[in-house]
């Protein structure tokens, strides 16, 4: 387990500026000051990738000849950059909606192979979700309940915001270790990422100063994103809702507890500027390894009390009920 001293970023995700457009049932009930109890911190999908195999010869045909006569078609489909291994990409338009997902299209000898889409289900909400279905069923006669029922999620970002907190106001304690961090000119950390580009990954950032760094406004409280990364989860957009808890083992300890028990006041002083300087996993590692392992110890049981990732997950289901992204049956009753 490696531990890193977090210290205010100033940007790192490229999606939504706004946390879900759900109506959860938790939602703005927090005390106007300090951060939210985790009773109160909403998980959501802030990037879902799905990719989609026609399941027969024939859907691949009639896939294949609506694309032939929609991909002119410029209220529909927009030009976007392509991907490797696809042969057009583009952003599909949703009347009355910012949020363009994109649709990257391979076909060969006449036949649909792949459909692959990406974008975010919360920046959507569930009136957005049902523009979407629209406008697919002029590809596919289902629209997305025939995504929910032969598609493969590739890529799911589930994410939670920490309000009123700050990135040097915790420590966080890591299951992986350290493969990024970005530092601004004024010694500010600006994003932080855990584990390797093509597993999974943790990326911690904070939303106030990544929108500043875009030129965008922020108005309110400071905001702390705490984001899963999961590639080719064993998932399906049916079984969203057994989804394990991708915050689990996630610790965030105070900044900066107090020595441990029978600790000595100056050691723990000069660990406590090391981590400053180096951040807490290499100073951890200078440590001789009794030293290290009580440490450690001690700092993952000065949790912050406003944490809990049991606690944050128990509301998943009600954003899953919001989003309605793999809600087979909302879309089968749809015209």
Request: charged fraction near 25%; aromatic fraction near 10%; charge should be positive.
């Amino acid at each position: 387990m490696t531990i890193i001293k977090l210290k205010v970023p100033k940007g790192l995700s490229n999606k939504t500026q706004t946390q879900p457009k759900n109506d959860h049932p938790n939602s703005h009930t927090s005390p106007p000051t300090g951060p939210k109890p985790a009773s109160e911190l909403i998980p959501f999908i802030d990037k879902l990738t799905v990719l989609v195999t026609p399941h027969s010869k024939g859907m691949a045909q009639a896939i294949h000849q609506t694309m032939v006569g929609a991909w002119d078609d410029k209220s529909f489909l927009q030009p976007a950059p392509w991907l490797n291994g696809f042969n057009g990409g583009y952003a599909i338009n949703l009347p009355n909606h910012e949020h363009q997902p994109r649709l990257y299209y391979r076909h060969a000898a006449g036949l649909a192979e792949k459909l692959r889409f990406d974008f975010n289900p919360s920046a959507l909400g569930q009136t957005g979700m049902d523009v979407f279905n629209g406008q697919l069923k002029s590809v596919m006669n289902d629209g997305w309940e025939y995504a929910i029922e032969h598609g493969k999620i590739t890529r799911l970002d589930v994410a939670v915001d920490l309000h009123a907190v700050r990135l040097d106001d915790f420590l966080y304690l890591a299951k992986q270790g350290m493969k990024k961090q970005d530092w601004s000119t004024d010694g500010h950390l600006e994003n932080v990422v855990y584990g390797v580009s093509k597993g999974n990954q943790t990326l911690i950032y904070d939303k106030e100063a990544e929108l500043i760094a875009k030129g965008a406004s922020w108005e309110g409280k400071t905001r702390v994103r705490i984001e899963r990364r999961l590639r080719n989860p064993s998932i399906t957009l049916k079984g969203l809702h057994k989804l394990k808890n991708p915050f689990a083992g996630t610790t965030l300890v105070q900044n900066f507890p107090p020595p441990p028990p029978g600790g000595k006041e100056w050691e723990w002083s000069m660990f406590e500027d090391s981590v400053r300087f180096r951040g807490v996993d290499k100073a951890l590692s200078l440590l001789p390894k009794d030293k290290k392992a009580k440490y450690r110890k001690h700092l993952k049981a000065c949790q912050v009390t406003w944490w809990d990732a049991e606690v944050v997950w128990n509301n998943w289901p009600a954003t899953l009920k919001a989003l309605v992204v793999g809600d087979k049956a909302h879309f089968a009753k749809m015209p």
